[in-house]
Every structure is written in C-alpha cells, then in structure tokens.
C-alpha cells in the first residue's frame, strides 16, 4: 500500500478541530472514526499541535487505538509546535524526541510555575506535561470570561518575570532583548492558554518534519489540508505551499481573521472548533468513497 501514492494528505492541529475546546477531549465520535478510515486509505496523517506529547497519548491516540487503527499506515505527532515528536502505530506511540535545545532554562520555568500558584491559581494551571516549553491553561471549571480577564494580568507578570531574569523575550509587539540583544523567547496567548516559547518553534517547521518523516514510508500525496482554529496554524499551509503542493488551509475558527493567502482558504459554513473538523473529515470519507468502510465497521 505504501508504494502507492496517496490522494490526499493531512496535516491537523488539535485543540479546536480534532478535540473540543470546551471538554479538551475528542467529544465527537465520528472525528475517530473517520480518521481511522482515512489512514487506513494510505492517508497521511500528522498531529501538528502546541500540546504535549502526554496530552496527545491521552487524548488522540488512546482513543484511536481502543477504536482500532489499521495494521498499515502512517501517522505522526510533532508536539510542543515542533520541540517534540513521535511516530504513531496501531500499538499507539513510538519513541519519543525532544528537543532540549530549545527549552526555556529550568530556573524560569519553575518561577513560571509559583507565579501560577501564588498569583493565579483560582483561574488557570500550569501544564506539567510540557517538556520543552511553558503552557499556562485555563482551568476547564472556570468560565472563559473570568480566565481571559486573569490571562492578561498573567502575561504581563510573566513578562516582567523573565525580562528579570534576563531573558530575551516577546508579547506581542513588546520586545526586551537580552544583554546580548537576543529574544529567544515570546509569550503566545490563545484562547484557553498562554505558551512561552522559544522563537524557534512554529507550526511551518513542525510541518517539514512531519513531511520528512511520511516520505521515508512512500511517496507523498501532490494534494493536501491543513486545519486549525488559529492564526499561527496557516504556517502549516504555508510550508506546503512553498514547497509546491497543492493545498487549502482550513480554518474552524474564521472570525479571529481570514489571512490573505496564495492559496484557498476553506470555512465549514457556520460549523466552528470541532464541529466543523468533524464535518470536514467526513467530507473527505465520502469523497474518498469509504462511506461503506465505515457503516461496514459499525453494524
């Protein structure tokens, strides 16, 4: 089956089209069940995502493994926006890599870490799978309202806490270089989160290497989509595009802003987050004409 070229490929984010924003778990089913269809049809697929490598084996591969992936196919996770990565086979995760090189010093993430729990305990947590960066996660009994007030109020502290300690960093259009006038590092706030990062991870580079890891298996598909809720998430796009694939980006969460690309930009209609994963996925199952797969395996 490798040997044959696949007619499309998929690069998703998680959080937002795959697993819902609300319960941080895949909440619809058919999202596993059509991606195990899809794999099985020699269709690449590859989990690009800021979450942690625990949280996908929990979340994403767990499930597909209880519900019964193929025996043959290729699947990839690059967590972390590109610092770790991991193959995924019907036995669930490989081995896994991080990328040490571009952890923030352990002395910052754990003055990260009391900051939380001295200052802001009540509204969010801090994510103790991370290995390579900093995520600061609403917490899922606390009203998004009540968290988006405290998260501006924790990136300014967070700001000051590193730029204290000497570290170079970026919030938003805020710059304070290093001694070295370096910025090594940003602060990303999403909707449920706040990342510290370093600047060397993007979902354009953790694209390449999922990309890199799928044509050690076979040749790759000319066609492909990228899905995400977020801005940063086109990047996926971005890096296909430049590297001369035919792709369209779709975006489950389009009022933050379509950006302005060479390439289509797709919208579920009214659908966002999962629900419009959920229907593009089951777009393609028809498409790709495994409708009868999937009604075979659940009678």
Not at 243 to 271: F, K, N, T, W
Request: proline share 6%; charged share 25%.
């Amino acid at each position: 089956m490798r040997d044959t070229v696949s007619p499309l490929g998929l690069l998703l984010d998680v959080d937002g089209p795959i697993a819902s924003p609300v319960t941080r778990s895949i909440a619809t089913p058919s999202i596993l069940t059509d991606l195990i269809l899809l794999a099985g049809a020699n269709v690449p697929i590859a989990f690009i995502t800021g979450r942690s490598a625990a949280f996908i084996r929990d979340e994403v591969v767990t499930p597909l493994v209880a519900a019964g992936l193929p025996g043959d196919f290729r699947m990839y996770g690059v967590c972390e926006k590109g610092a770790v990565w991991f193959p995924i086979s019907a036995a669930g995760m490989g081995e896994v890599v991080v990328d040490d090189s571009v952890a923030l010093p352990a002395a910052a993430v754990d003055a990260l870490r009391r900051l939380v729990a001295d200052s802001f305990g009540d509204t969010m947590f801090f994510d103790e799978t991370k290995q390579a960066m900093v995520s600061v996660e609403q917490r899922t009994d606390v009203d998004n309202g009540a968290y988006r007030a405290a998260q501006e109020a924790f990136n300014e502290s967070a700001f000051a806490l590193l730029t204290a300690r000497g570290l170079g960093v970026r919030l938003g259009e805020r710059e304070a270089p290093d001694s070295a006038g370096r910025m090594p590092f940003r602060i990303d706030p999403t909707i449920i989160s706040t990342d510290i990062e370093s600047v060397l991870l993007d979902k354009d580079n953790a694209a390449e290497r999922a990309l890199a890891f799928f044509a050690e298996g076979g040749p790759l598909p000319h066609l492909w989509r990228s899905v995400g809720d977020s801005r940063s998430d086109y990047l996926m796009a971005d890096h296909l595009h430049a590297a001369g694939y035919d792709v369209s980006h779709v975006d489950v969460r389009p009022a933050d802003g379509i950006l302005d690309r060479p390439y289509p930009v797709i919208v579920m209609g009214e659908q966002i987050h999962d629900e419009a994963g959920a229907s593009f996925l089951d777009y393609w199952v028809d498409r790709l004409g495994l409708r009868a797969n999937r009604s075979a395996g659940q009678s």
